[in-house]
């Protein structure tokens, strides 16, 4: 390995571990605080909460590997631009390539270990999230629930209920409402002063306290009766939150490439069949859209250190802090792009591939022209100054002849 290839290399990780360190806890911290806030207003184990921030990171350091990856490329390289290293080299002939194909070698291989993180831990990650979040729900049903947001596990008998906030010292709910029998055209309201959840064999059950029904009235069509109850129960059925959480086993996010490709020729099959739904296409588009990911993503590596080297050979001064904005800057715009064609591939307004290759794309088009720039920055510029007149200091001294002396 060439002595220069060493000192660029030497340069690039320090930063780039301590960026993919400052991402990584950024993004792990909003979601610890998310999580906390629930764990300890529900009482649950916390012990689960470490479990699930584990299980998470994996989907956090696919991300952060790219961001990474350009923040050290332009903070190694705006040091030896500050520190004028880069005009010795250039002085002493070392040209462009040589610094830039190193590291696009090294951000390429970075990509290349993302995309096997991203298909062998990622998934496995997904699976374990959900399936230690259904426990949770099956064990602690107060962890669904939340105040303010309508409960509709019982939706399909009919009913439906909400809680408008907790006490804090008994924790019990306040202000709880129940629709029931909303399919029937008669539909009960209940309105009860508190209310707890309570697990009795393994069913969940709700129970309000002093409160009153109204039920309407079949002989008269304006009327209804009013009663009064100091307690009353009503039976929970906590499986459609269950299986809501159990669908995520089936999400492509839960699938390796191999079952994720399986998957997406699977739904192709049934959308070319003459009677084929809405959801089978919708559910299509989101398979082909995962599956471009797993490719688009890594490679964002390789993109980024496109981009990163010539940005980061043309800092000057201040290098490190200029590279750090730049390098906030160019994440934030292709993650912007990348949630835009997400969703544009995931509602049918582009094509999946197009709508997923499409930050990379754009990055990489910029960063191929700041290349190109960069390596005829020298021709651009002596084409520019073609036909002026060379500085006084460099024309041809004037030679004044003396006569012979008398």
């Known amino acids: 390995m060439k002595i220069l290839t060493r000192y660029a290399l030497k340069e690039f990780f320090p930063p780039f571990f301590l960026a993919l360190l400052c991402f990584t806890s950024i993004l792990l911290l909003d979601e610890i605080f998310r999580l906390t ?6 009482g649950i184990n916390l012990g689960y909460l470490i479990e699930l921030l584990i299980y998470v990171l994996p989907v956090i350091l696919v991300l952060t590997i790219p961001m990474a990856t350009l923040v050290g490329i332009l903070l190694a390289l705006g040091r030896l631009s500050t520190d004028n290293e880069i005009a010795a080299m250039k002085s002493h002939g070392i040209g462009f390539h040589q610094i830039l194909l190193p590291l696009l070698v090294v951000a390429s291989l970075i990509g290349v270990f993302d995309f096997f993180f991203m298909d062998y831990a990622l998934p496995r990650g997904n699976v374990a999230y959900a399936s230690l979040k259904r426990d949770i729900n099956r064990q602690n049903p107060a962890f669904v629930l ?30 709880v409402k129940v629709w029931d029998s909303i399919w029937s055209g008669q539909p009960r309201f209940i309105h009860a002063t508190g209310g707890d959840i309570e697990i009795e064999n393994g069913q969940a059950w709700l129970k309000l306290y002093d409160g009153l029904t109204y039920e309407p009235v079949p002989t008269a069509p304006n009327g209804f009766r009013l009663t009064s109850f100091a307690e009353h129960r009503i039976a929970l059925d906590l499986s459609e939150t269950v299986e809501r959480t159990k669908l995520e086993f089936e999400s492509p996010r839960t699938m390796s490439m191999e079952k994720l490709k399986a998957h997406v020729k699977k739904l192709e099959s049934r959308v070319s069949q003459v009677n084929s739904s809405d959801l089978i296409i919708d559910k299509l588009r989101k398979a082909r859209v995962e599956y471009q990911k797993r490719f688009s993503i890594p490679f964002a590596c390789f993109v980024f250190g496109l981009i990163g080297v010539p940005l980061g050979l043309i ?48 990055i990489g088009a910029i960063g191929m022209g700041i290349i190109v720039m960069t390596i005829f920055e020298d021709r651009f510029t002596a084409w520019r100054t073609r036909g002026e007149s060379p500085p006084v200091d460099l024309k041809s001294p004037e030679v004044q002849h003396l006569g012979e002396s008398d």
């Open 37 to 42: 806030k629930r764990f300890v207003e529900k």
């Open 146 to 175: 939340e105040e303010g947001v309508i409960m509709k596990e019982l939706e399909r008998e009919g009913k439906l209920w909400m809680y408008e906030s907790t006490a804090p010292i008994t924790d019990r709910l306040q202000d």
């Open 315 to 362: 800092v000057k001064r201040s290098g490190k802090m200029v590279g750090a904005g730049i390098g906030l800057t160019l994440i934030l715009v292709y993650y912007l792009i990348l949630q835009f064609g997400q969703e544009a591939g995931e509602n049918g307004t582009l094509s999946p591939a197009f709508s997923i290759w499409l930050p990379n794309i754009t």
